[in-house]
């Protein structure tokens, strides 16, 4: 069965950080493209950035130079660094792995306000 969990959203001030995590279980990640999709209030869901098997990443033109997507094969594991945010990065952040199939994680919500 395959699962991805994140972990590490939560309320943070603008131009404050955040780590987020995501911990896959049932798949290789090494061989996943993996990537961090967010949906905010009363918007469709987008992507934020991804990472893929082979080693490149994009991002998002709204989140260039500000966050930052890596992974880590060893603890079959992806994050997305988050620096700098802004009320407008308010959304429920999910984790998704694409191969053949594509998973998504239950997603975790960040908060951005004073």
């Known amino acids: 069965q395959v699962r991805l969990v994140e972990s590490g959203g939560g309320l943070v001030q603008p131009g404050g950080s955040l780590r987020l995590s995501c911990v896959a279980s049932g798949i290789p990640v090494n061989i996943y493209s993996m990537a961090w999709y967010r949906q905010a209030p009363g918007k469709e869901r987008e992507l934020v950035a991804i990472?893929?098997?082979?080693?490149?990443?994009n991002y998002a033109d709204s989140v260039k130079g500000r966050f930052t997507i890596s992974r880590d094969n060893a603890k079959n594991a992806v994050y997305l660094q988050m620096n700098n945010v802004e009320p407008e990065d308010t959304a429920v952040y999910y984790c998704?792995?694409?191969?053949?199939?594509?998973?998504w994680g239950p997603g975790t919500q960040v908060t951005v306000s004073s």
């Open positions: 990472s893929t098997s082979g080693g490149s990443t």
């Open positions: 998704v792995a694409t191969l053949y199939r594509v998973y």
